[in-house]
């Protein structure tokens, strides 16, 4: 079992930068697929970013891809994403999560996933 706990989400004004960080607990996650994905309000689940702990591959949604970075610290078992140049539509509960199975390329979909965390609320104003 892998437990999840997100934080660094907060209120920025746009064009502003956030890093959130994702700690895991009760195993480290050097074998887990690791994604961040988001939910705005009344809309679906979507995905933001991800990577395979086999290849190192990253990916990210196209609506992200320039301004966010996905990294990892093994050392401290925590994942991070870094969030630059924020717009008002990024605003979104942020959730970090896990795969157990390990591929060598990163899961876009919710259903690739076994762990998850609370979330993280990110508001970014005008």
């Known amino acids: 079992q892998v437990q999840l706990v997100e934080s660094g989400g907060g209120l920025v004004q746009a064009g502003g930068s956030l890093r959130l960080s994702c700690a895991a607990s009760?195993?480290?996650?050097?074998?887990?697929?690791m994604g961040w994905f988001r939910q705005a309000p009344g809309k679906e689940r979507e995905f933001v970013a991800a990577f395979s702990w086999s290849t190192r591959i990253t990916g990210y949604a196209n609506t992200v891809k320039g301004r966010f970075t996905i990294s990892r610290d093994d050392a401290k078992n925590t994942m991070y994403l870094q969030m630059n140049s924020l717009k008002p539509e990024d605003t979104a509960v942020y959730y970090c999560a896990a795969a157990r199975v390990v591929s060598s390329s990163y899961f876009r979909e919710i259903t690739e996933y076994d762990y998850w965390g609370q979330g993280t609320q990110v508001t970014v104003s005008p």
């Open positions: 009760g195993r480290t996650f050097r074998s887990y697929n």
